[in-house]
């Protein structure tokens, strides 16, 4: 069920999960296709989370096809070229005006993490480390900054979460924290994550089943 309108837009960035293209971190010990299968399961748990928070919009930010894993309820762009930096502030830019939230497709467990006020408190920013050094979520009451904020920010290393919340604080804006969450990149990762996941978790069925078949 879509949880009431609110006054924040929701993003959520994400790869077509297409196996050898994504999650390519998995293999070994999965193989391609069910790498695959664990990312567009934890794509379809990130978006189901998604729907469950009071938004004004909600907007998959998409490098592929849209495919069956896809819900109502989203409007889809694609993402521009360029690196992640350029790739993030693009997601921003199709925002209007007022408070967005961004979020990826490798945290499954996130449901229990969106904050549902986005845009009532009194922050400029809001901001999710992930345990690899990077980070899950990020948010503006103003996305139109996006791009002097997110730009030149260097991505997929140990320090780029402390970077980019330097990035904010010394812009002047005051950031509220989100919980520390971990990506799932790896086999361990996944096998981390799973018992974090809510009742219903698509990613946490889809890892059952590769164990049982392992058995």
């Known amino acids: 069920m879509t949880a009431a309108s609110g ?3 929701l993003l959520v960035i994400a790869k077509e999960p297409v196996p050898g293209r994504v999650k390519t971190r998995l293999t070994p010990p999965y193989t391609p296709q069910e790498a695959a299968a664990l990312a567009e399961a934890s794509l379809s ?15 998959l930010v998409l490098d592929g096809k849209p495919g069956r ?12 070229s360029g690196g992640l930096d350029e790739r993030i502030a693009g997601a921003f ?22 904050p549902a006020d986005l ?28 791009g002097s904020l ?10 780029t979460g402390a970077v980019q919340r330097r990035r904010l604080v010394e812009a002047g804006l005051s950031v509220r924290d989100l919980p520390l ?33 392992a058995r």
């Open 119 to 146: 845009g009532e408190d009194s922050h400029d920013a809001w901001f999710g480390l992930a345990a690899d050094g990077g980070f899950w979520a990020l948010g503006l009451a103003h996305p139109s900054r996006a």
């Open 93 to 114: 830019a199709v925002c209007d005006d007022g408070p967005a939230l961004l979020v990826g497709m490798d945290t499954p467990q996130l449901a229990a993490h969106l």
């Open 150 to 159: 997110v730009r030149g920010v260097p991505m997929s290393t140990d320090h």
């Open 69 to 80: 894993w896809l819900p109502p309820g989203f409007d889809v762009v694609p993402q521009v």
């Open 45 to 59: 748990d990130t978006l189901d989370a998604v729907l469950r928070v009071p938004a004004r919009r909600r907007i």
């Open 7 to 9: 006054r924040a837009t």
């Open 181 to 213: 969450l971990r990506d799932v990149d790896t086999a361990a990762d996944a096998a981390s994550v799973v018992g974090l996941c809510p009742p219903g978790s698509r990613f946490a069925a889809v890892l059952a089943s590769f164990s049982e078949v």
